[in-house]
T-cell receptor, first 114, second 115 residues
């Protein structure tokens, strides 16, 4: 089966610019997650979707971050305006949903804000 | 909120030897899953092994095994016969229905394998 696809692989922007990341989950996976991984730390959940509805976005900085999952398949994560502290790897993961289904991760997007 | 603690930022092991990575967690729940993920330089998170809290038997996957101590809230990973390809960041993670089935990660342990 094809894995979780993410693009771009790398992105460099200046502070106050905007950026968007794209994720295509494994076909049939209802649940989609966006994680932020700052260098030297473990991934932190930003937002979780179940189909096209938001399950948890409690750690998403909503003043600058937004995410959508139209039609319950692909998802886009946007940052506007970016800050230096947003430099991180952004990981997308998907699962069938429920307790027993493992998360499958993409290769992530490395964002550098200068 | 559940917290996952990995107290070893870095570990080193010689090829063919055995190494144990530590993980402790804090929770008031009785039903949950614990995981170990490997993250090589490619950045993709790869599931190594998982343990259901209600199962007393420790999980094993080939050269990887865990020591799950529920009362002590400890979940260590043992890698036997270490190989150069095992070098990576290892993350311990917790999952429960109360967290919406999302994974809650520790800070990770960097494993170096020397020839």
């Amino acid at each position: 089966e094809a894995g979780v696809a993410q693009s771009p692989r790398y992105k460099i922007i200046e502070k106050r610019q905007s950026v968007a990341f794209w994720c295509n989950p494994i076909s049939g996976h209802a649940t989609l997650y966006w994680y932020q991984q700052i260098l030297g730390q473990g991934p932190k959940l930003l937002i979780q979707f179940q189909n096209n509805g938001v399950v948890d976005d409690s750690q998403l900085p909503k003043d600058r971050f937004s995410a959508e999952r139209l039609k319950g398949v692909d998802s886009t994560l946007k940052i506007q305006p970016a800050k230096l502290e947003d430099s991180a790897v952004y990981l997308c993961a998907s699962s069938l949903g429920g307790y027993n289904s493992p998360l499958h991760f993409g290769n992530g997007t490395r964002l550098t804000v200068t | 909120a559940q917290t996952v603690t990995q107290s070893q930022p870095e570990m080193s092991v010689q090829e063919a030897e055995t190494v144990t990575l530590s993980c402790t967690y804090d929770t008031s729940e009785s039903d949950y899953y614990l995981f170990w993920y490997k993250q090589p330089p490619s950045r993709q998170m790869i599931l190594v092994i998982r343990q259901e809290a209600y199962k007393q038997q420790n999980a094993t996957e080939n050269r990887f095994s865990v020591n799950f101590q529920k009362a002590a809230k400890s979940f260590s990973l043992k890698i036997s016969d270490s190989q150069l390809g095992d070098a990576a960041m290892y993350f311990c993670a917790y999952r429960s229905s109360n967290s919406g089935y999302a994974l809650n990660f520790g800070k990770g342990t960097s494993l170096l394998v020397t020839p």
